[in-house]
């Protein structure tokens, strides 16, 4: 099955706590999204990556790493410096940024503070 | 700073009604316009897109209307199905951020049977 894969469904993190989400895809596709959901809030972008070894940061970035080393993976980290982390984390990936063209969401990631 | 202005935040419609849910922009630049829906604890998928070269698109029950002069966009759901109840959100993107969306605060529907 082509798809985008997101884990784990649910994470916990503690106080000082680093804590990092996988975002795994077989789509074959070169840019990927990382985006972040409250209730009531949309979605709002916190990285994004249009080709290998390269992001960008996007509105939220702030207590946020990303690294994209591989075409299919763009991990997401959530450092001690994010002081409200509580969200619905999601990855998305499209064929490119050339022109514009289907995001694709995985189900996301749920993280959860203790 | 929002860039995208979704309205109403909640929608109730009867079965077989029309569903009618707005957003207005700012920035000219955006040249690509989709709506996704999504379900309770699911990701969101895409339902339809335009671009602003046309100012209407239908796929199904669904239609974009797209008035480029006033740069508002709305989605029109023909025919509402309780299975259409879920949460709709517009977005907008351009080229200057690798075609990264920017959202609406989504749109929660409720069609009743």
């Known amino acids: 099955d082509g798809g985008i894969t997101q884990s784990p469904k649910y994470l916990f993190r503690k106080e000082g706590q680093n804590v990092t989400l996988s975002c795994e895809q077989n789509l074959n596709h070169d840019a990927m999204y990382w985006y972040r959901q409250d209730p009531g809030q949309g979605l709002r972008l916190i990285y994004y990556s249009q080709i290998v070894n390269d992001f960008q940061k996007g509105d939220i970035a702030e207590g946020y790493s990303v690294s994209r080393e591989k075409k299919e993976s763009f991990p997401l980290t959530v450092t001690s410096a994010q002081k409200n982390p509580t969200a619905f984390y999601l990855c998305?990936?499209?064929?490119?940024?050339?022109?514009?063209?289907?995001?694709?969401f995985g189900p996301g990631t749920r993280l959860l503070v203790l | 700073q929002q860039q995208v202005k979704q309205s109403p935040q909640s929608l109730i419609v009867q079965k077989g009604g029309i569903s009618i849910i707005n957003c207005a922009y700012e920035?000219?630049?955006?040249?690509?316009f989709p709506w996704y829906q999504q379900f309770p604890g699911k990701g969101p998928a895409l339902l339809i897109a335009?671009?602003?070269?046309?100012s209407e698109k239908k796929e199904g029950r669904f239609t974009i209307s797209f008035n480029k002069s006033a740069k508002q966009f709305s989605l029109h759901i023909m025919d509402s199905q309780p299975g259409d109840s879920a949460t709709y959100f517009c977005?907008?993107?351009?080229?200057?951020?690798?075609?990264?969306?920017?959202f609406g605060k989504g749109t929660s529907l409720l069609v009743t049977p």
């Open positions: 998305a990936s499209s064929m490119g940024a050339v022109g514009p063209g289907t995001q694709y």
């Open positions: 977005a907008a993107s351009n080229s200057n951020s690798g075609y990264a969306l920017n």
């Open positions: 920035n000219t630049a955006f040249d690509y």
């Open positions: 335009i671009r602003p070269d046309v």
